[in-house]
T-cell receptor
Framework: SQQGEEDPQALSIQEGENATMNCSYK?????LQWYRQNSGRGLVHLIL?????REKHSGRLRVTLDTSKKSSSLLITASRAADTASYFC?????????????FGSGTQLTVLP | GAVVSQHPSWVICKSGTSVKIECRSL??????MFWYRQFPKQSLMLMAT?????????EQGVEKDKFLINHASLTLSTLTVTSAHPEDSSFYIC????????????FGPGTRLLVL
């Protein structure tokens, strides 16, 4: 079953602007991961943030995690047309040995040139 | 980085036939692989966890006799959609973990199945 929701469901911005996507989840987590999916393709891992971390950076990506609110955000700065894709958060539960990921509903980002 | 492949990338079949999808970890051994299903414009839904040398664990609502999973080696898991029907048309994605010390899963490129 779906762990949580992402908002917005769709986001359209101009090239150069920043894009912020939010993810909420319901249960305890070990870590939260963000993935990108181009249309009809597989998933590309972007960044992982652990439950004891609050913020993480990777290039133009900035991820925050608030475990008290069970929410995370992904910020893409200085967006490019090539960033157009669907973005999913996925939670890794705190229990269990297998790395079962539960995905959010996703945000479709369109970056206009 | 670790690479996971899927074959075929797309398949069209007639209703009632069975379709086998392969998921391979190319440069690492994966003790656990996961199979997901994704409908258009929707998120990924975990179908089952495939463990090398043992029976797969299916998520609630997924028919194990309909979706047969075999994880015969540390680099190969197969998903067979038996007696496929149009409602089985979907995008099937596998992922593999198991790299020592890593929490990241590596996803295959997906297989698009269309059942006529």
């Amino acid at each position: 079953s779906q762990q949580g929701e992402e908002d917005p469901q769709a986001l359209s911005i101009q090239e150069g602007e920043n894009a912020t996507m939010n993810c909420s989840y319901k249960t305890s987590i070990n870590n939260l991961q963000w993935y990108r999916q181009n249309s009809g393709r597989g998933l590309v891992h972007l960044i992982l943030i652990r439950s004891n971390e609050r913020e993480k950076h990777s290039g133009r990506l900035r991820v925050t995690l608030d475990t008290s609110k069970k929410s995370s955000s992904l910020l893409i700065t200085a967006s490019r047309a090539a960033d157009t894709a669907s973005y999913f958060c996925a939670t890794d539960p705190s229990s269990g040995s297998a790395r079962q990921l539960t995905f959010g509903s996703g945000t479709q980002l369109t970056v206009l040139p | 980085g670790a690479v996971v492949s899927q074959h075929p990338s797309w398949v069209i079949c007639k209703s009632g036939t069975s379709v086998k999808i392969e998921c391979r970890s190319l440069d690492f051994q994966a003790t656990t692989m996961f199979w997901y299903r994704q409908f258009p414009k929707q998120s990924l839904m975990l179908m089952a966890t495939s463990n090398e040398g043992s029976k797969a664990t299916y998520e609630q609502g997924v028919e194990k006799d309909k979706f047969l999973i075999n994880h015969a080696s540390l680099t190969l898991s197969t998903l067979t959609v038996t007696s496929a029907h149009p409602e089985d048309s979907s995008f099937y994605i596998c992922s593999a973990g198991g790299l020592a010390g890593e929490e990241t899963q590596y996803f295959g490129p997906g297989t698009r199945l269309l059942v006529l």
